[in-house]
C-alpha cells in the first residue's frame, strides 16, 4: 500500500490504496514512517504521489480500533510527523483529487506542495465528531488562527486557488501536467547543492523562532560559517 522507490539522491514515496482513495491505515503509518526514518540518512529530496484519482481522503475511519488503545493508534500519527519533522532535505507532493485530514496535514508537513488545479481540500475531523489535534499542531505554521478555525471547525470543503492563496500549498498545476510539473521541479532539486538546500530549509525553521531585532546578526554569523565550510 506503500510503495518507495530511490535513484541517486531522489526518492519517490508512492500512496498505493486507490480502491479506497488512499485512506490511510495503521500498516500504511506504520511503512511511510520507517521509509522516512531510513531515507533521513540515504537521501536529499522525496517526493511523495499518489496513484488513483485521490491523493488521500485521510485516516481510514472502517479500521479497526488499534489494540493497545487510543495511545498506540495516536502515537503511530506522532510517528510519521516527527519522521517528517527530522528529514533534513526537501519534501515534495504531488496533490491531487481530494486531500482531506490527514492526507491534508502530509501535504503541510511538506516542504513543497504543487496541487493539480482541480484538487479539493478538507479538514473533515470536526464533522466526525473529534478534534484535530496533530493538524492543528502545525497548521498555524500556515494560516493566520481566524482562517485556520474556520477550516477546522466548519469541515467546508475549498478548492485549490483558495488553498494557494492562504498559503497551505506552493503552487498549482494544470490537472493532466501535474506529474511532469514535479518531476521537473524534482530533476531541478536534484541538480542543485544538496547542502545549501537543506540549510535553507533549517535556516527557515530556526529563523522564525529568533526576535526579529536579532535576525541580523543571526543572519551575518550563519552565512560567515557556511562561508568557512569549504565552500
Known amino acids: 500500500m506503500i510503495g518507495y522507490e530511490q535513484d541517486g539522491n531522489v526518492g519517490r514515496l508512492y500512496l498505493q490504496r486507490s480502491p479506497h482513495a488512499n485512506a490511510f491505515t495503521s500498516e500504511m503509518l506504520e511503512r511511510i514512517a520507517d521509509v522516512m526514518e531510513s531515507a533521513k540518512s540515504e537521501a536529499d529530496i522525496i517526493a511523495i504521489h499518489a496513484v488513483g484519482e485521490d491523493f488521500s481522503v485521510g485516516r481510514d475511519r472502517r479500521e479497526p480500533k488499534n489494540a493497545g488503545g487510543p495511545y498506540n493508534a495516536f502515537r503511530e500519527i506522532s510517528r510519521v510527523n516527527a519522521a517528517f519533522s527530522d528529514f533534513p532535505g526537501i519534501i515534495v507532493s504531488a496533490v491531487k483529487g481530494r486531500i482531506f485530514g490527514f492526507g491534508l496535514g502530509i501535504a503541510m508537513r511538506s516542504d513543497i506542495a504543487i496541487a493539480a488545479d482541480s484538487s479539493r481540500f478538507k479538514l473533515d475531523e470536526v464533522s466526525l ?95 560567515v560559517q557556511f562561508a568557512f565550510e569549504d565552500h
Do not use: W
Open 129 to 223: 465528531g473529534f478534534p484535530p489535534m496533530f493538524l492543528m499542531e502545525v497548521i498555524l505554521d500556515h494560516l493566520p488562527p481566524k482562517r485556520a478555525l474556520d477550516l477546522i471547525i466548519s469541515s467546508r470543503e475549498f478548492g485549490a486557488a483558495e488553498a494557494l492563496e492562504m498559503g497551505l500549498i506552493s503552487r498549482i498545476a494544470k490537472t493532466p501536467v501535474l506529474e511532469n510539473e514535479v518531476d521537473n521541479f524534482v530533476k531541478l532539486l536534484a541538480s542543485r547543492n544538496s547542502d545549501v538546500l537543506k540549510r535553507c530549509k533549517a535556516y527557515l525553521k530556526t529563523i522564525k523562532e529568533i526576535p526579529t531585532s536579532a535576525r541580523p546578526n543571526y543572519a551575518l554569523v550563519e552565512q
